[in-house]
């Protein structure tokens, strides 16, 4: 049973109110994934993190299966054919793109599943739906909201922005000031600077899909491809309806990506919402610089588990994970050597506890509930960790409440012949503790810690007796 209400800090309206879903048998979420043209950096993994941690307290309120998770990947799109001509020019471009997407692809559920993250429950690919992209876009010519205009790179299906009133709404932008503050001068064929790509034309060598668009009595026939901003406003619009409750992303997607869906599909379906609430996560720096590849300062989210890249060692996904959620969400971060070392300390002292299903603190879920304040949340769990050792109903409290961000410490898996290799050292150093053969019972001691075992001496606390756990050290 959950206490409190859900507040959280909407982009749309600058304030921090009560969250209350449309339907609360289906709450619905979308968040902008991955252009799958490269492998994941650090700056990639925060979305993937703090989204995660959104979907599962929504799971923890409305219950497991009344929430929606829908996360697309971007597999259409320019930089995808540059990566796939660079890297396979010997194939015909379609099987090339095709092995850029795959690959990509493949890496980043790694990347989300080695960071503890549910999946979505929906992770659509744009080009299942482009058909229906080039059916939007032919709505909003029909709404007159967008018309066919040449340009230098052929022909575009263009959405005018004069033709929506409040158009900029979420990124506090007015089209008078953006005219005022433009340098960049008005390609001929737009109406307005502003004026984005919703379908444009293909040359041979690029990917393309046949649609044909009527505006003012004619018929253009535009082999070509989608802009970015339409893919996600057709594929939300598939998944979760017309207007649904959250969309979320990083703060570099508030314009033009997000202020773009927002205009094409209020205007498509003659709403003045397409998502009632928006949530960004702040950037991310690395060792104080912006993080940029051409300057070095640059690591990927495999790299950084895998390779000794940074730091001059691994990190597991977990403690990436943790360090991520020592900072609030809209907050900055600053992401760095030492704040993994920051974040690994705290991780070593939670036990490794099975989660059966206890209650989660009120403590950590208040924090949760208060605009996903995780910095508030892991400082509570760590106070948890620290009396889980006490009581059966502490550690059941502790298991759930790190279980619900995913970050509970799991034991390494051990062959049953290793076990059982401990169990026996184990017993019989406690024979030798009770023989009072205290040198034989440190050499025990000190022979199982070689091999990674942690002892943890006690009381019975019925009989009286000593008793000796153990766990593999992490
Ligand atoms: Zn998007």
């Known amino acids: 049973m959950i206490m409190g209400s859900l507040q959280l800090y909407n982009t749309l309206t600058r304030n921090k109110s009560e969250f209350v879903p449309i339907d609360e048998q289906n709450v619905r979420m979308y968040v902008c994934g991955p252009t799958v043209y490269d492998f994941a950096h650090i700056g990639n993994a925060r979305p993937v993190i703090v989204f995660d941690v959104l979907n599962r307290v929504l799971r923890a309120i409305y219950g497991e299966k009344h929430v929606t998770y829908v996360r697309n990947i971007t597999d259409v799109d320019d930089k995808i054919n540059a990566r796939a001509l660079r890297d396979f020019p010997q194939l015909p471009l379609n099987e090339a793109i095709a092995k850029v997407t795959e690959k990509t692809t493949k890496q980043y559920h790694d990347d989300v599943q080695a960071l503890g993250c549910l999946a979505p429950d929906i992770e659509p690919r744009a080009t ?26 052929g022909r575009e299906v263009l959405f005018s922005v004069e033709s929506m009133p409040n158009y900029g709404a979420l990124s506090n932008r007015k089209l008078e000031d953006q005219k005022a503050g433009a340098r960049i001068a008005v390609e001929d064929h737009k109406r307005n600077s502003g004026d984005f790509v919703l379908w444009k034309e293909s040359s041979a060598s690029e990917p393309g899909w046949d649609a044909e668009y009527l505006d003012e009595g ?24 017309e207007v649904f409750d959250i969309h979320g992303g990083g703060l570099d997607l508030i314009f033009p990506h997000h202020e773009n869906e927002i205009a094409q599909s209020c205007c498509a379906h003659g709403e003045d919402k397409m998502a ?13 610089r912006k993080m940029s590849k051409s300057d070095g300062n640059f690591v990927t989210i495999t790299e950084l588990m895998t390779t000794d890249k940074f730091g001059g060692r691994k990190w597991s996904g977990q403690v990436l994970k943790l ?59 760590h106070t948890l960790a620290g009396k889980a050792h006490e009581s059966d109903e502490a550690a059941a409290t502790f298991a759930a409440s790190a ?6 410490p799991v034991a390494e898996a051990i062959s049953d012949d290793a076990s059982s290799d401990i169990e026996t050292k184990v017993a019989l150093r406690l024979e030798c503790l009770a ?31 000593r008793v000796t756990t153990w766990e593999m050290e992490r």
């Not at 920051?342 to 009120?362: D, L, R, S």
């Not at 279980?403 to 509970?408: F, N, P, Q």
């Not at 943890?456 to 019925?462: E, R, S, V």
Request: contains cysteine; proline residues 3%.
């Open 323 to 381: 360090a991520m959620l020592m900072t609030h969400y809209r907050e900055p971060i600053d992401f760095s050597v030492k704040r993994l070392e920051e974040a690994e300390a705290i991780w070593k002292k939670w036990p490794t506890v099975e989660n059966k299903g206890g209650a989660v603190a009120q403590s950590v879920m208040d924090a949760l509930l208060d605009d996903l304040n995780t910095v508030n949340a892991i400082q509570a769990i």
């Open 218 to 241: 004619e018929t253009h026939h535009i082999k070509g491809r989608p802009g970015w901003h339409i893919e996600c406003s057709v594929m939300a619009r598939e998944h979760l309806g």
């Open 128 to 153: 299942e739906y482009v058909m229906a992209m080039a059916e939007m876009a032919q709505d909003l010519i029909n709404k007159g909201f967008a018309y066919v205009a040449k340009g230098a790179q």
């Open 403 to 408: 279980d619900l961000l995913g970050l509970l």
């Open 276 to 288: 009632h609430t928006w949530l960004h996560n702040g950037f991310l720096q690395l060792e104080g």
């Open 435 to 465: 023989n009072k053969d205290w040198g034989q019972a440190d050499q025990i001691r000190d022979e199982l810690k070689s091999m990674g075992v942690l002892l943890k001496d006690g009381k019975d606390p019925d009989t009286g007796e």
